[in-house]
Nanobody, 112 residues
Framework: QVQLVESGGGLVQPGGSLRLSCAAS????????MSWYRQAPGKKREAVAS????????IHADSVKGRFTISRDNAKNTVYLQMNSLKAEDTAVYYC?????WGQGTQVTVSS
């Protein structure tokens, strides 16, 4: 079955960077687009970024454009979310998504 395991979250100061990873298994990774979502406390889950099987990327959240980058490594069955210039409002649980399956999420906290 499809399994997604996120990692790389943590506590970071405003202006800092983090790289999230999502290791995928149970399906032919290279054939599918992948997405990152996030959910802040008290808010709805929102799409952050996605990448097609061909590597075409889309940033869905206007608030992260120019700061976040999504990428993938098909040899490692892993999708990444590089987050730079982090702000307090980026604090959320970040989830990986594919084929109607969510990972367990990784907490990102931006605070001084």
């Amino acid at each position: 079955q499809v399994q997604l395991v996120e990692s790389g979250g943590g506590l970071v100061q405003p202006g800092g960077s983090l790289r999230l990873s999502c290791a995928a298994s149970g399906f032919t990774f290279s054939r599918y687009g992948m997405s990152w979502y996030r959910q802040a406390p008290g808010k709805k889950r929102e799409a952050v970024a996605s990448i097609t099987s061909a590597g075409i990327t889309t940033i869905h959240a206007d608030s992260v454009k120019g700061r976040f980058t999504i990428s993938r490594d098909n040899a490692k069955n892993t999708v990444y979310l590089q987050m730079n210039s982090l702000k307090a409002e980026d604090t959320a649980v970040y989830y990986c998504y594919v084929l109607n399956t969510w990972g367990q999420g990784t907490q990102v906290t931006v605070s001084s």
